[in-house]
């Protein structure tokens, strides 16, 4: 049922709003705009002088509209990330921060709510924003994204018990119009259970739960989705992606104790048929076998047979600062090789900054303790990279003292990979992090910020899962890992697209020129794909669309090229908290008919399923990485280092936030893009996707070697994905 009006409430409001607020703020009019009811309000909320009557007549005609827009906030800078596109992030910090500093000199002047359900929705996103939000407001317009759209259906739910998705907030951005769907499903909420009563709690979504599985599958859909959920609901219908699907699995195993994997969730995504595979799977005493590894013992990932002799003269004498020991040492992967040093120089690659900006009364000498305490608790944070006999290893320190300033101009391949910077500022206390890309991937900077928040209010932590575990999971799926991608590659040779001088290992370039070339694009993702049931996810058509584009451009009918994974999926429950490089590169194999006409709907079905098919069943093997696979699954020849061409598509924040107390902190990336473009990249050709804020756009770009593209040739290149993208989508 929607809530009546309350006077009371709605006094309170424009007590809160309007108090303190100076006359002499408004402009001078001329008297004919003085209204009695203008008067009225003034002379009951404010003490001003009769002079004043006209300007505040003045202000209230102009509520209706939007805020002046002179409040507005202006940014003239755009801020850019480490790859250099918009950091839509820092746009919105900076535009919150602008407004921030205008409200305390000038009081806000929102639009008149003028029921209870609006002046609450105002207030949830003035909490939201952090900044004084009002009804005639756009969500997109005050800087809104898709993780700020679910931390507002949350509030909003919390305290009006009203089933409100991201959907509807991207469907309905202004306020006033969000408030009549809201008021609309209070009316209409009639919850139901599967037998037809009506004793669901109100305001969830369709079908009640009927037992303890589906209850807690209920719960957990809704945590990750951030919406109500009922047992006839789908995961992919309510906005569920591969992403999310892997916070559900882990979410899940957690409850249960046991090993959920993404694949189930891409199988069952409706809550009742995942609850019926998983009381059947409980009742299987052979489930969770394939998660349960031995304990770890140090150094057990070393293959040499006198392991503490190779530690002791070959990494013990290169490591020459205080390290109070050597708690471990495996092999590099060869991800962490590319992200060490620059192919074309062999120069070490610079550490990425990133900030972490605290209150400005945080104290100093605390937040100091808890990055101490930060490095003690992730073994990759105190990991070192040692060249010995020709390979590279990861050396785990027991400690090592990050305030000696000996490091600056060392070799990076002896001294630790990261640096740490508190800052007192004016506006905040700000931790400068640089690190390099070897020791983290982006799922792992979330852990770091919560934890370093939790330390620094001295809250007590479990346990990190330590990286010695992934790299213990790698070894343990080795064998069966080459089993599977051999099959898959079936001897196809590596994929190779170049343009002018590729055959030569490319021009020649001049001495300071940039080395890497970007195209980007931002497109439309169709409305029938967003909203599509089916379970093949947007990242999967877009590798579809690239194994075509690179079909014929090469004109071979069976492409293999690389695909950027989390290298997460597989591993059990309680590691997938992990902080380190667990990103790596997969073989994507694809078979595509160049005779087929770009409208045959069926080939544009069939092929995105097959690859569908083929990455839910990579994923206890995508740990594997390019050594391996190219060694003892192809024939493809040693001087192949790396996948010619490679696919990524992500849909997360790089940006994560950590609340708690009612104290914010959130993280950044400083912006190098000149640095960059001086970068060789890691891949002769990279195509990436990255889903917008707003969750129905998408930025396509293409990274290129300079020496083996032209500006032309990315360029077509991009737009060709964009148009295969498109048609692809258009037949789903």
């Known amino acids: 049922m929607a809530q009546a009006f309350d006077q009371e409430k709605a006094m309170q409001f424009w007590e809160r709003h309007l108090s303190g607020l100076d006359a002499s703020v408004f402009p001078p009019l001329s008297s004919h705009l003085a209204t009695p009811k203008a ?8 003490s001003w002088p009769s002079s004043a009557q006209h300007r505040w007549s003045y202000a209230t005609s ?3 509209g939007a805020l002046w827009s002179r409040d507005r906030p202006s940014v003239h800078v755009r801020g850019t990330a480490t790859n250099g596109k918009v950091d839509r992030k820092e746009l919105a910090r900076r535009a919150r921060t602008a407004t921030e500093k205008k409200l305390q000199r000038l009081a806000s002047a929102p639009a008149c709510p003028n029921s209870d359900i609006e002046v609450a929705l105002c207030e949830e996103a003035t909490a939201t924003f952090g900044m004084q939000v009002g009804i005639s407001d756009g969500f997109f317009k005050l800087g809104g994204h898709s993780l700020l759209a679910t931390k507002l259906i949350c509030r909003v739910g919390d305290r009006l018990k009203a089933r409100l998705t991201v959907k509807d907030v991207f469907d309905h951005p202004i306020f006033s119009e969000l408030a009549v769907v809201i008021r609309e499903g209070l009316q209409n909420a009639v ?3 599967l037998n037809g009563s009506g004793n669901a709690k109100q305001g969830s979504a369709g079908v009640a739960p009927r037992n303890e599985m589906e209850t807690m599958l209920c719960k957990e859909f809704a945590n990750v989705l951030g919406m109500d959920v009922g047992v006839t609901d789908n995961f992919f219908d309510l906005g569920g992606h591969s992403l999310m699907a892997t916070k559900l699995a882990a979410r899940i195993g957690r409850r249960l104790n046991t090993t959920i994997s993404v694949k189930e969730v891409f199988e069952h995504p409706i809550v009742f048929q995942l609850a019926k595979t998983l009381e059947l799977a409980q009742s299987e005493s052979d489930r969770g076998k394939h998660a349960t590894l031995a304990e770890y013992t140090a150094f057990q990932l070393l293959s040499m047979k006198d392991s503490q002799g190779f530690i002791q003269n070959e990494i013990g004498p290169q490591l020459r600062f205080a390290h109070g020991g050597i708690q471990d040492v495996y092999p590099a992967t060869h991800m962490q090789k590319a992200f060490l040093c620059d192919a074309s120089t062999g120069h070490p690659k610079p550490l990425v900054p990133f900030y972490i900006d605290f209150p400005p009364d945080s104290d100093c000498a605390t937040l100091v303790e808890a990055c101490s305490s930060l490095v003690k608790r992730f073994d990759m944070f105190r990991t070192v990279v040692v060249e010995a006999a020709g390979e590279l290893y990861q050396v785990v320190l027991e400690h090592f003292d990050l305030t000696i300033d000996d490091f600056r101009g060392a070799c ?3 001294a630790p ?15 400068l992090l640089c690190l390099s890309h070897a020791l983290y991937d982006g799922l792992s900077l979330e852990h770091v910020v919560r934890d370093l928040h939790m330390l620094y209010k001295g809250r007590s932590l479990l346990p990190a899962t330590q990286f010695s575990r992934y790299m213990q999971y790698m070894d343990h799926t080795r064998k069966a890992g080459c089993d599977f991608w051999r099959d898959v590659i079936k001897d196809t040779p590596i994929t190779v697209l170049g343009d002018v001088g590729a055959g030569d290992g490319g021009r020649e370039l001049e001495v300071g020129a940039a080395r890497t070339l970007h195209a980007t694009k931002i497109i439309d993702i169709p409305l029938q794909a967003v909203r599509s049931s089916s379970s093949i996810t947007q990242a999967t058509v877009f590798n579809a669309a690239c194994a075509v584009v690179l079909s014929r451009e090469t004109g071979a009918q069976d492409v293999v090229f690389g695909r950027i994974v989390s290298g997460r999926q597989g591993l059990p429950v309680s590691w997938q908290n992990i902080v380190g490089p667990c990103t790596n590169a997969v073989p994507a194999s694809a078979r595509i008919d160049n005779d087929e006409s770009d409208d045959d709907d069926h080939n544009h079905r069939q092929m995105p399923r097959d690859m569908q098919d083929q990455y839910l069943l ?3 093997f995508e740990t594997l990485d390019f050594d391996e696979v190219r060694r003892s699954c192809t024939n493809w020849p040693a001087t192949a280092n790396n996948y010619a061409c490679c696919v990524t598509y992500h849909d997360f924040s790089y940006h994560p936030e950590s609340e708690m107390e009612q104290q914010r902190v959130e993280m950044g990336v400083l912006a190098r893009k000149d640095a960059l473009l001086k970068e060789e990249p890691v891949y002769d050709l990279g195509i990436a996707g990255e889903v917008e804020p707003d969750g129905v756009h998408l930025q396509v770009t293409v990274v290129a070697k300079t020496r083996l593209f032209s500006k032309e040739r990315a360029a077509y290149l991009m737009d060709e994905v964009c148009r295969k ?8």
Do not use: G, W
Request: no cysteine; aromatic share 6%; charged share 20%.
């Open 191 to 193: 919850p139901v259970t």
């Open 412 to 414: 990076p391949s002896r």
């Open 417 to 431: 990979l990261i640096r740490f910077t508190v800052l007192k500022q004016a506006s905040s206390v700000r931790v």
């Open 62 to 64: 102009l509520f209706r």
């Open 618 to 620: 990579s994923l206890p």
């Open 725 to 732: 993208l498109e048609s692809l989508n258009s037949a789903l």
């Open 39 to 46: 008067d009225a309000k003034m002379e009951h909320y404010m």
